[in-house]
């Protein structure tokens, strides 16, 4: 099969012009077919902030309410997005910003209300492989921002780091898949102050027990479960590493309890 390099970019990287164009010119390197999303929550919550909408947060996912579906859109499929497309054929790749409603590319349903009510919070049901693969046999690059829909006529804002999962989960019977989640850390680390203290690899039994002493929590949570649910779907390699080792592929590898993936 084909390869399908699947990178997601999110945290300080999308606000900061220096590091987002870095990363843009790794990005514009890789071999093969590729596909960008990211994120821009931080961009989203400054947004708020300045309109006198109130942030909330639970283990690191957002509390999407009606007028907070309105900012993240604006930051999500706008700004962020389409900075980033320009950029892309600035650098000679000829890429397409997508929400999940564009194309029907993603579809999911609004999360149910369980202890949490997370509002206008969507869980994937769906990817559209045949569109996306359409898209990637004619070389255009999709940028996916963090948004996808209910087929309903809503959007619903959806966690960056699933739309990565999910998509490489789905593509994975069509290509042969590496996900990598970049960001502004080396890796997964034993101490967030220590640059150096990078997880070469991690397993299930390694993540429950950072996430119960308290060395993995807040973002990297659903993090880590969405590249589990990924390897555990047939994706081959899931990588977390800092954006600008994104060719060299340092950081932390996600394996199975029994096989690491190279």
């Known amino acids: 099969m084909e390869e399908l390099s699947i990178i997601k970019v999110g945290g300080k990287i999308v606000e900061e012009d220096d590091s987002l164009n870095s990363l843009l010119a790794d990005f514009s390197m ?3 077919h590729k596909i960008l999303v990211h994120g821009g929550g931080r961009l989203a919550t400054k947004l708020s902030e300045q309109l006198g909408i109130e942030s909330r947060m639970v283990d690191g996912r957002r509390i999407t309410d009606a007028e907070t579906l309105k900012v993240v859109t604006m930051v999500y499929a706008g700004w962020v997005n389409k900075t980033i497309v320009a950029r892309l054929q600035a650098l000679h ?7 999940g409603a564009d194309m029907n590319v993603i579809r999911s349903v609004k999360r149910p209300v369980e202890t949490i009510d997370y509002g206008f919070a969507g869980d994937v049901k769906e990817v559209n492989v045949p569109a996306l693969s359409a898209i990637l046999k004619q070389h255009i690059v999709p940028v996916l921002s963090p948004l996808t829909h209910d087929g309903e006529g809503r959007l619903l804002n959806t966690n960056a780091d699933t739309i990565a999962s999910e998509t490489a989960k789905a593509l994975s019977a069509a290509f042969d898949v590496t996900l990598v989640y970049c960001f502004e850390k080396s890796g997964v680390l034993l101490d967030e102050q220590d640059e150096a203290s990078v997880i070469p690899h991690i397993d299930r039994t390694m993540f429950q027990k950072y996430k119960a002493e308290g060395v993995i929590r807040g ?12 390897i555990d779907a047939g994706v081959k390699k899931v990588l977390i590493t800092r954006a600008s080792e994104i060719n060299s592929r340092n950081g932390t590898l996600i394996r199975q309890d029994t096989n690491l993936l190279r």
């Open 219 to 230: 973002g990297m949570i659903p993090k880590l479960e969405n590249a589990f649910r990924a």
């Open 30 to 32: 890789i071999k093969g």
């Open 93 to 99: 790749v000829n890429a397409i910003g997508l929400t």
